[in-house]
């Protein structure tokens, strides 16, 4: 499985809904197991982004599907940085001539 950083930014119905916020994450993890994303961590942030999440995906589409999927409810905004970890790195520095 791939891993993903998402840096979440509140709409403004995010925020004047803040309080339903731990609820909105409960369903995104749920949303994300039926999409074949693993949700593995949710922390709520200071600073330019709301709310961090660490995700597992099979593929980048359908990490795709599933943050385009959470951006039309309203509540946030997504950017999704695809992550590799230090032997996935290993292999593509094998690949450089």
Same mark, same amino acid.
């Given at each position: ?15 004047? $809904?803040?309080? %339903?916020?731990?609820?909105? &994450?409960?369903? *995104? +993890?749920? @949303? ?5 994303? !693993? ?16 995700? $597992?995906?099979? %593929?980048?589409?359908?990490? &795709?599907?599933? *943050? +385009?999927? @959470? ?5 946030? !905004? ?20």
């Amino acid at each position: 499985m791939a891993s993903y950083i998402m840096l979440n930014q509140m709409t403004r119905q995010g925020v004047n $809904e803040i309080q %339903d916020s731990p609820k909105r &994450a409960e369903a *995104a +993890v749920a @949303l994300g197991k039926k999409m074949g994303v !693993k949700l593995t961590d949710i922390f709520w942030t200071l600073g330019g982004y709301d709310t961090v999440c660490i995700a $597992e995906a099979p %593929d980048d589409e359908t990490m &795709a599907a599933f *943050a +385009v999927s @959470l951006c039309r409810q309203g509540y946030i !905004k997504t950017q999704t940085l695809r992550a590799f970890r230090a032997n996935e790195v290993r292999k593509i520095l094998r690949r450089l001539g």
